[in-house]
């Protein structure tokens, strides 16, 4: 059985455990993966192993919005992608023309396979720690790259991208503007000594859960070290150096000399509203100077990738410069 009939059956609906079964014994030889991508392939070495993609993809599925962002700075557009829980469409902070048309695939952390399978994809991009309990299923369909994590690791995790996209040259290009950009960044700040001595927390507002204080181990908190500001202390106590959490009785933990503040869902289920109304807030010292910045939950936590960093690294140059 070829990978294009694998994709015909599993489009039909047939995802059942025995059925899986019967596509994995039927396989694929090298021969089919050549004639069913029509051109030459590559090996990308992912975290379930070595997988072989096609040296340039067309059909190109994203699971997840790091992913989704990666392939648009890369300028490829998928043919299909996941959105996450709260969100009805693709993140807005990217350009419409360049989601315009993408086929979505269902809810990011339970993505619909049938879906995937009738979009007839080369290669599919997601993570083991999203969808590691279905690469089995994905990997039937086309061949599947999967890092290790998201969040932290989003730039090693680009370059994995891009290899799997056959888009290394322009990957090169993309870090050396991002890392320019951040420079000028530091320097609209006042310098590097001044970008130091300003400590920053970032705070979200999660619905169904307690306030985070996100920690080092974390996007954001890569791209404000790569601006050069400071941390505020409570950042290093973070559970896993992802985030440290405190219920709105606690919120003045989070007071530092800026905030920038995001809410994932309903501000009121968030506690979002209740927390910012309270007098512990509002005598907080960032609040007091006008230091707490509200930023969009898509582009500052959900974003992951560069096109989302380099517009972070403009807002938080506008933000800090105000006078």
């Known amino acids: 059985m070829t990978r294009s009939q694998n994709r015909r059956a599993l489009a039909a609906g047939a995802l ?26 590559h090996v990308v070495k992912t975290a379930m ?5 096609p040296v340039a993809p067309k059909r190109v599925v994203v699971l997840d919005t790091a992913e989704l962002d990666s392939a648009i ?6 043919v299909g992608a996941t959105h996450v829980e709260t969100s009805k469409g693709f993140p807005s902070y990217l350009p419409k023309d360049e989601v315009s048309g993408i086929k979505d695939v269902g809810e990011m952390l339970n993505p619909n396979m049938e879906a995937i399978a009738a979009l007839d994809p080369d290669v599919i991009l997601t ?5 590691g309990a279905k690469y089995d299923q994905l990997k039937e369909i086309a061949p599947t790259v999967m890092t290790e994590n998201t969040g932290h690791p989003w730039k090693e995790n680009f370059q994995v991208h891009a290899d799997a996209l056959g888009k290394k040259a322009e990957a090169k290009k993309i870090v050396s503007a991002y890392d320019a950009h951040a420079k000028k960044v530091t320097t609209a700040v006042g310098g590097p000594a001044k970008a130091k001595a300003t400590e920053v927390n970032v705070v979200r507002f999660v619905e169904g859960a307690d306030i985070r204080i996100y920690g080092e181990q974390t996007y954001i908190a890569t791209i404000l070290k790569d601006v050069g500001l400071g941390r505020a202390p409570i950042s290093a106590k973070a559970k896993d150096g992802f985030s440290y959490d405190v219920s709105p009785e606690k919120i003045d933990l989070a007071d530092t000399d800026v905030i920038f503040q995001a809410t994932y869902g309903d501000p009121k ?29 898509e582009l500052w936590i959900q974003g992951i990738g560069y ?13 800090l410069t105000k006078k």
Do not use: Y
């Open 16 to 41: 059942a455990l025995s059925g899986a079964l019967a596509l994995s014994a039927c396989g694929s030889s090298d021969s089919d993966d050549d004639a069913a991508n029509s051109g030459k392939t």
């Open 49 to 53: 192993g070595d997988v072989k993609v």
């Open 73 to 78: 700075t890369l300028g490829v557009k998928p």
């Open 127 to 131: 993570s083991k720690i999203r969808h």
């Open 269 to 297: 289920k968030a506690k979002q509203t209740q927390t910012t109304g309270s007098s512990l807030w509002k005598n907080m010292k960032a609040v007091k100077s006008g230091n707490v910045h509200t930023v969009e939950d």
């Open 307 to 319: 096109t989302a960093a380099n517009k972070i690294l403009d807002e938080m140059q506008a933000d």
